[in-house]
């Protein structure tokens, strides 16, 4: 399934400030050599996640699923002078890809890149987040919701990736795993009277998530 009709994407990234050349390098190599391409953000997500960035001012970012670090280098975009980006993923074999990317970017000293499992790595990183942006195996996202939510500031966002499954969710003939989960999650945000939550129709789904408080209480 198509995010968006192909003519009228095109004519969205034409009115979409351009990707830098890094990015441009990292779409198209990802396209070419690695295996499931269609996990990259690409240009118009990419550019969504670098406003967003832009807009919060984060002084610490927390990425759960790195791929080739795409995303992670358009959320580096709003960083603070003095901030950092901790992105995790658990496959090693895209480790040395990846970290020639970082490396090659202005923001190489701000991004720590770790090799592991999410759920083990998270709670021993002593920080408080602005952003959490997940985007990593769907049989953790509330999992990672539940463990990264008291490590998120007041004010702070949880902005979860793939969270319309290419439609899947709306059609009942579909309740694979996957699907089910995705559907618990968005159900677990609106619910959660903890956030502030607006779902974009951008790609395949982003549920934004703004924490209000810590407490489940009125």
Not at 70 to 98: F, H, M, Q, W
Request: with cysteine; aromatic share 8%.
């Amino acid at each position: 399934m198509e995010f968006l009709d192909p003519n009228l994407d095109k004519y969205v990234c034409e009115h979409t400030s351009n990707e830098s050349d890094l990015l441009k390098k990292i779409n198209r190599e990802t396209h070419l050599e690695v295996l499931q391409p269609r996990m990259l953000s690409g240009h118009l997500q990419g550019r969504v996640l670098s406003m967003f960035s832009k807009m919060i001012r984060p002084e610490r970012i927390l990425e759960i699923g790195t791929y080739t670090g795409y995303s992670a280098l358009c959320l580096a975009e709003g960083l603070t002078p003095n901030g950092k980006l901790v992105t995790i993923d658990i496959n090693e074999e895209l480790a040395p890809r990846v970290r020639s990317y970082f490396s090659a970017s202005e923001f190489s000293e701000q991004i720590d890149y770790k090799i592991g499992a999410a759920m083990e790595l998270i709670p021993t990183l002593n920080e408080k987040w602005d952003i959490v942006f997940i985007d990593a195996d769907k049989d953790n996202y509330i999992n990672y919701y539940h463990l990264v939510f008291p490590m998120v500031k007041i004010g702070g966002y949880i902005i979860a990736d793939n969270v319309l499954w290419s439609g899947k969710v709306i059609d009942s003939s579909h309740n694979d795993k996957d699907t089910q989960l995705l559907r618990d999650y968005n159900l677990l945000n609106h619910e959660d009277e903890r956030v502030e939550e607006v779902l974009f129709p951008i790609r395949d789904g982003l549920m934004v998530s703004r924490k209000l408080r810590s407490d489940s209480t009125g």
